[in-house]
């Protein structure tokens, strides 16, 4: 019988299959979350255009306000696909959902790219868009969940941290990509242009990526985990039923690391911009220039600490990362008052600390959830707390600011949802180099024929 060859040529040749595969699952996984924040920074920055082509001319601000409210809804809608995706990839596997959310997504996003507006098909063309953007958060709802459980069941043990990490590497990349279109498109077209046809551009070019990362997805194999649950007939039938019956407390510490990576990131990323040409006097220019180079640094440091977390562990990095927020929030926010340098020197350390929550978050809340119910737990936690505590940044910033006529409120909340995380890590164990597929996933000894999944080796 022939033996298998344990030398070291074929070590190098497994190291670079793993590296290959986990190359083409990173794709897969992170593609998804690209499309949707580039479509996402792309609506914010061409509000005001949106307005102008969507909804009558008489009142300017009723149009933005009309469009920032049919953003505000679809982001409503997500716990509702998040309920929705979330047992479903955990009845029907990881692939089909993932495949399926970015169908809906940027389906819906080439068609508001297409919609006529206005001045042509009147009050239907509103009703449209806001139905098209409902489409696009449920859809978004089933994103996360999707491809958190892929991308932590299909990375290899060791660098688990690693690879989920560029699921933010893509939100990340898809901000910016936005940003960048919008501004080529504002410096090198008039008004005119840019609201006759302009604005249609990146939600044109949204189209070829999703078609791009369906094709990817559809290609790719099931995560071995869900694998091994039909292998040994043991896909829930029930999940968010099984999932509240038996991990009612993982789902909470789910939700509190990640209310501590939405607030941060909605204030850091989005509302630092507003909060800098308002109540800092500085100019939109700079304060653009700025979340630029926070999110620039995030690509850098957010894998890296993702590595940092394989190597020390997942506690280590979000502990470290918390208490920075905890005890640097409110000098960052009074450091920012001293002028424009300290301003800088304020959000590259938030967009540090940020980067280190981004960095772990994600993986260590899809290591505490067996896989019957993993993606059910990550989809429904993520996407409530995201509801409650990310969209509502900019107006409760505002409406505290406005009451209390004190420019430190940012600062005070961050310390809050830091410590809300803080309370949840402390409760949690280390799973850094955990098994993915529990006992309790396959409670009866799988058969001699049943594949250890690949995941699980180091």
Same mark, same amino acid.
């Given at each position: 019988? %022939?033996?298998?060859?344990? !030398?070291?040529?074929?070590?190098?040749?497994?190291?670079?299959?793993?590296?290959?595969?986990?190359? #083409?699952?990173?794709?897969?996984?992170?593609?998804?979350?690209?499309? $949707?924040?580039?479509?996402?920074?792309a609506?914010?920055?061409?509000?005001?255009?949106?307005?102008?082509?969507?909804?009558?001319?008489?009142?300017?601000?009723?149009?933005?306000?009309?469009?920032?409210?049919?953003?505000?809804?679809?982001?409503?809608? #997500?716990?509702?696909?998040?309920?929705v995706?979330?047992?479903?990839?955990?009845?029907?596997?990881?692939?089909?959902?993932?495949?399926?959310?970015?169908?809906?997504?940027?389906?819906?996003?080439?068609?508001?790219?297409?919609l006529? !507006?206005?001045?042509?098909?009147?009050?239907?063309?509103?009703?449209?868009? =806001?139905?098209?953007?409902?489409?696009?958060?449920?859809?978004?709802?089933?994103?996360?969940?999707?491809?958190?459980?892929? &991308?932590?069941?299909?990375?290899?043990?060791?660098?688990? !941290?690693?690879?989920?990490?560029?699921?933010?590497?893509?939100?990340?990349?898809?901000?910016?990509?936005g940003?960048?279109?919008?501004?080529?498109?504002?410096?090198?077209?008039?008004?005119?242009?840019?609201?006759?046809?302009?604005?249609?551009?990146?939600?044109?070019?949204?189209?070829?990526?999703?078609?791009?990362?369906?094709?990817?997805?559809?290609?790719?194999?099931?995560?071995?985990?869900?694998?091994?649950?039909?292998?040994?007939?043991?896909?829930?039938?029930?999940?968010v039923?099984?999932?509240?019956?038996?991990?009612?407390?993982?789902?909470?510490?789910?939700?509190?690391?990640?209310?501590?990576? $939405?607030?941060?990131?909605?204030?850091?990323?989005?509302?630092?911009?507003?909060?800098?040409?308002? $109540?800092?006097?500085?100019?939109?220019?700079?304060?653009?220039?700025?979340?630029?180079?926070?999110?620039?640094?995030? =690509?850098?440091?957010? %894998?890296l600490?993702?590595?940092?977390?394989?190597?020390?562990?997942?506690? %280590?990095?979000?502990?470290?990362?918390?208490?920075?927020? &905890?005890?640097?929030?409110?000098?960052?926010?009074?450091?920012? #008052?001293?002028g424009?340098?300290?301003?800088?020197?304020?959000?590259?350390?938030?967009?540090?600390? =940020?980067?280190?929550?981004?960095?772990?978050?994600?993986?260590?809340?899809?290591?505490?959830?067996?896989? #019957?119910?993993?993606?059910?737990?990550?989809?429904?936690?993520?996407?409530?707390?995201?509801?409650?505590?990310? !969209?509502?940044?900019?107006?409760?910033?505002?409406?505290?600011?406005?009451?209390?006529?004190?420019?430190?409120?940012?600062g005070?909340?961050?310390?809050?949802?830091?410590?809300?995380?803080?309370?949840?890590?402390?409760?949690?164990?280390?799973?850094?180099?955990?098994?993915?597929?529990?006992?309790e996933?396959?409670?009866?000894?799988?058969?001699?024929?049943?594949?250890?999944?690949?995941?699980?080796?180091?």
């Amino acid at each position: 019988m %022939p033996t298998r060859n344990t !030398g070291t040529t074929t070590t190098e040749a497994e190291v670079a299959t793993d590296v290959v595969a986990l190359r #083409r699952n990173v794709a897969a996984g992170a593609i998804g979350v690209f499309v $949707h924040w580039f479509d996402w920074a792309a609506y914010a920055y061409l509000a005001g255009t949106v307005a102008t082509v969507f909804f009558p001319a008489e009142d300017s601000t009723t149009g933005l306000l009309a469009v920032f409210g049919v953003f505000a809804v679809s982001f409503g809608v #997500r716990p509702i696909g998040a309920m929705v995706f979330g047992p479903l990839g955990d009845r029907i596997g990881r692939k089909r959902t993932l495949s399926l959310v970015i169908f809906m997504m940027s389906g819906a996003t080439l068609t508001i790219g297409l919609l006529p !507006g206005y001045a042509t098909i009147g009050v239907a063309a509103p009703v449209l868009l =806001l139905v098209l953007r409902l489409i696009q958060g449920f859809a978004a709802g089933g994103e996360f969940g999707s491809a958190a459980s892929f &991308l932590a069941e299909s990375a290899p043990r060791r660098r688990r !941290g690693f690879g989920v990490s560029w699921l933010e590497v893509g939100s990340l990349l898809g901000f910016l990509a936005g940003s960048f279109v919008f501004l080529l498109l504002s410096s090198g077209l008039d008004d005119s242009q840019l609201t006759s046809w302009g604005w249609r551009i990146p939600f044109l070019i949204a189209a070829p990526l999703g078609v791009i990362g369906f094709i990817i997805r559809n290609k790719i194999e099931d995560t071995p985990e869900y694998r091994a649950l039909e292998a040994n007939d043991t896909v829930p039938r029930s999940p968010v039923r099984e999932l509240l019956r038996t991990e009612k407390r993982q789902l909470l510490q789910a939700a509190g690391l990640m209310t501590a990576m $939405h607030v941060p990131f909605y204030i850091v990323l989005t509302y630092l911009v507003t909060y800098e040409t308002d $109540h800092l006097g500085q100019s939109s220019d700079n304060a653009a220039l700025l979340s630029t180079a926070i999110s620039l640094l995030g =690509l850098l440091f957010v %894998p890296l600490f993702g590595l940092l977390s394989d190597r020390v562990g997942r506690k %280590p990095v979000f502990v470290g990362a918390t208490v920075a927020l &905890l005890v640097l929030a409110v000098p960052a926010f009074l450091l920012m #008052r001293t002028g424009l340098v300290g301003t800088w020197v304020a959000g590259l350390v938030l967009g540090v600390i =940020l980067a280190a929550i981004l960095g772990t978050y994600a993986v260590w809340s899809a290591e505490i959830f067996p896989t #019957r119910t993993r993606q059910s737990g990550l989809s429904i936690a993520y996407n409530i707390t995201a509801a409650l505590f990310a !969209g509502t940044v900019p107006y409760l910033m505002t409406v505290l600011i406005s009451a209390t006529s004190s420019t430190l409120l940012p600062g005070f909340y961050l310390m809050v949802f830091a410590v809300g995380g803080l309370v949840a890590a402390l409760s949690l164990r280390e799973t850094a180099g955990s098994a993915m597929l529990r006992p309790e996933d396959v409670p009866d000894p799988a058969p001699e024929d049943v594949p250890v999944p690949a995941a699980e080796h180091s």
